[in-house]
């Protein structure tokens, strides 16, 4: 019986020979795509979209019920696919051979089949409107996997794997095992963890294991100062050399174009564009806290913002400010080390407050009335922190807290958990405050390495603890679980 010209056919067991495998090898190489992602040519993974992967298996599902709608497949299937996925994927080399086989198969399949579908008698008719409706839905299913989580850079770069304690651990490799520190903490919007060290590079971990990223990856520098996830996903990374950019694909260096009148730097030990601490406004502007001073990057353009209330810097003359924080009404608040209390932008104008003396631990205790802006909590108070303790201001007043109160000296790090207690890192520990009673966190508790440089709150009432020595401790409520051991 010879096949009509018209668009419609009808259905044989011919036709579902062909389909059914058709639409199982497209579901499949889907999965395949999902689970190992297209990399790009330095090696790092390419953000995947909603779209992409449920379009993959559209295009394979309309070639395998192609025959069913209209006439015989006549492409070489097998040779397309094999192609595709040797272009989009660089792994799993056993694998790909048995899907291209399977293809193979399949395409021997329908050649064998065509004379078939020539001779089985024709009973039924599925009009374009069934057709196409049964393709949506395969759509929206293959599409209905959630949102993509954030790529992380492939597995080329640096991993640290090893399982000790029945979890996996961040493995030092470089440098000496007194020196650095876990500088910074962000969970991402895909919920992944990125740690900040000395000398060490980045880290991401996915819940399963530890990657570290080092220079030769894409990175600027080695150490890591800050890390910032900006309202589009992007993360920002603050190193000792300047600004690297992760975009979901890959690690970009970001330039500051620094002023022609912009002093010496004379400092021979320094002589890098360090950045120090990164953050986002209200307006979506970037603000940069440097070694070359401050800087407002607004998508477009780099603008310098003069701090000319404050003294010199710590490392040069141009690093007034060390840290910046955004209060809820949109003040702009600046501190460093060189600083006589802390500076406020209302937009406008700078206005200095002057902060009380603090005194910092020690045989030959030192004076400090300088201060780095940290948090606002959700009473409205604005905390600050140095060396000899820290500072709640209300809105009008500074009250004073140091280690005679609870604090663990020197004060690095100070956050607010979910509960309302506020949390502070230093050089003793941690320190607990529930507005009422400080509670000590210590080397008795488990906290082996004290000195506390970065602090996140977890899930369950957990927070993940980055200490001097690189260390990398979680939280669980009861006890300290180290996270980190040195590897020579």
């Known amino acids: 019986m010879q096949r009509t010209g018209s668009w419609r056919s009808q259905v044989t067991p011919a036709h579902v020979c062909i389909a059914v495998p058709g639409v199982a090898l497209a579901c499949y190489a889907s999965f395949f795509h999902y689970q190992y992602p297209v990399r790009t040519s330095r090696g790092l993974a390419a953000s995947t979209s909603g779209f992409s992967l449920p379009l993959s298996t559209i295009v394979l599902t309309m070639s395998a019920l192609y025959p069913c709608l209209k006439r015989p497949l006549v492409t070489d299937t097998a040779v397309v696919l094999c192609d595709y996925f040797a272009a989009t994927s660089n792994v799993m080399e056993l694998r790909r051979s048995k899907i291209c086989r ?85 969970q991402d919007k895909a919920g992944n963890l990125w740690f900040g060290t000395t000398e060490n590079g980045l880290y991401a971990y996915d819940g399963k294991s530890f990657r570290q990223f080092l220079v030769a990856d894409g990175l600027n520098s080695n150490s890591i100062n800050d890390i910032l996830e900006d309202k589009d996903g992007n993360i920002w990374i603050g190193t000792k050399d300047g600004i690297c950019l992760y975009n979901g694909k890959k690690f970009v260096e970001i330039q500051i174009p620094l002023p022609k009148n912009l002093s010496l730097n004379k400092n ?25 001073g401050i800087y407002v990057y607004d998508g477009k353009s780099f603008t310098p913002f003069i701090l000319d209330e404050a003294a010199s810097g710590i490392l040069t003359n141009n690093d007034k400010a060390e840290r910046i924080f955004e209060d809820k009404a949109g003040n702009i608040w600046f501190g460093g080390r060189t600083n006589k209390g802390v500076y406020r932008y209302d937009g406008k104008a700078v206005t200095n407050l002057k902060l009380k003396e603090l005194f910092q631990d020690g045989p030959k205790p030192k004076a400090h009335n300088w201060a780095w802006p940290q948090l606002q909590d959700k009473a409205g108070n604005i905390w600050f922190s140095n060396w000899g303790g820290a500072y709640r201001y209300d809105g009008k007043s500074f009250v004073s807290f140091t280690k005679e109160d609870g604090m663990p000296g020197a004060v690095t790090r100070i956050i607010e958990d979910k509960k309302g207690n506020i949390w502070f890192g230093g050089a003793t520990g941690l320190s607990r405050y529930d507005g009422k009673i400080f509670t000590p966190f210590t080397k008795k508790d488990g906290l082996i390495n004290p000195w506390v440089w970065s602090i996140l709150e977890g899930t369950s009432e957990s927070f993940w603890v980055g200490t001097r020595e690189t260390g990398l401790y979680l939280y669980d409520g009861e006890k300290f679980i180290a996270y980190s051991e040195y590897k020579r």
């Open 102 to 186: 399977s293809l193979q198969r399949y395409n021997r399949l329908i050649s064998s089949q065509k004379a078939a579908m020539t001779i089985c008698p024709m009973k039924k008719y599925y009009s374009p409107t069934q057709a196409f409706a049964f393709l949506a839905i395969l759509f929206w299913v293959s599409a209905c996997n959630g949102p993509a989580a954030k790529d992380l850079p492939a597995e080329q770069a640096g991993e640290s794997n090893k399982v000790a304690d029945g979890h996996p651990k961040l493995i030092k490799t470089i440098g000496n095992p007194r020196y650095g520190n876990v500088n910074c903490i962000l």
């Open 268 to 292: 021979k030990f320094y002589q890098t564009h360090s950045v120090y601490d990164i953050m986002q406004d209200k307006a979506n502007k970037l603000w940069f806290a440097t070694i070359d």
